[in-house]
């Protein structure tokens, strides 16, 4: 069931989007990036979440939220231009605490790991966090051993850097570890080979006006699904896994 926005509360003054802060017809409240976020941005946290999923990663939850026309033409106190009516991603609040450089210790490996090779897969560098700051897009609840995951909007980049990656990542330090590991690199290939049986499933329920730039769906989104396609079955190769 889609969640309808009711109300937009204020935007957001944080993240390369800038999502607005809306309330659903379901009482929660989200973040959602509409048509100023980009559609391939849109595109690309709805297939990298939902892949997420199939792999039983700690997603923060998230869903097509729909924006009415009468609530982007009543509002008369905010600029609404970069949400735009019609369907927007939308990502449900959590009141976490963003994981810290000093808490990383307290991942357990394995979920590290888990983290660290779902975003090599998907070419996902947004997940940055060094002693000297950074952004990880992590949230951390240490008396539940909890982590939360958020933030793919800039998954399946093109200039992927394999370096910067290595080096800059929150779970840097568990890279030769993972990329040593034959068989757990050869886990993680099964497993993402598995996720991929769903890729058709994801794409079919991206709205149709995502696929366009523009509103008069002439223009095809900067998005080639088939050539992402492509790119993400290359985990079934050993090239994949090759580091600097």
Known sequence: MTVEIVEVIRRSDQ?????????????????????????????????????????????????????????????????????????????????????????????????????????????????????NGGNPNLFWAPAENELIILDHNQAFERDFDKQNFVEYHVFSDSCRGLFSDWELRNGYSEKFHEALKGWNDICDTIPNEWWFADPEMTVPADFDKDAELALLRLCETEEFWNIP
Not at 89 to 112: A, D, K
């Open 15 to 131: 993240g390369v989007t800038l999502p607005f802060i809306c309330r659903g017809d379901d009482g929660d409240i989200y973040f959602v990036k509409g048509r100023g976020a980009g559609r391939r941005s849109q595109i690309a946290e709805w297939i990298a979440g939902n892949l997420g999923r199939r792999l039983g990663l700690p997603i923060a939850p998230f869903s097509i939220v729909e924006i009415p026309e009468e609530l982007i033409e009543l509002d008369n106190t905010l600029d609404l231009t970069d949400l735009g009516a019609g369907p927007a991603f939308g990502s449900r609040r959590h009141t976490l605490t963003e994981l810290s450089y000093s808490l990383i210790h307290e991942v357990p490996y394995q979920l590290q790991c888990d983290v660290l090779g779902f975003d090599w897969w998907i070419r996902n560098a947004d997940r940055i966090l060094t002693e």
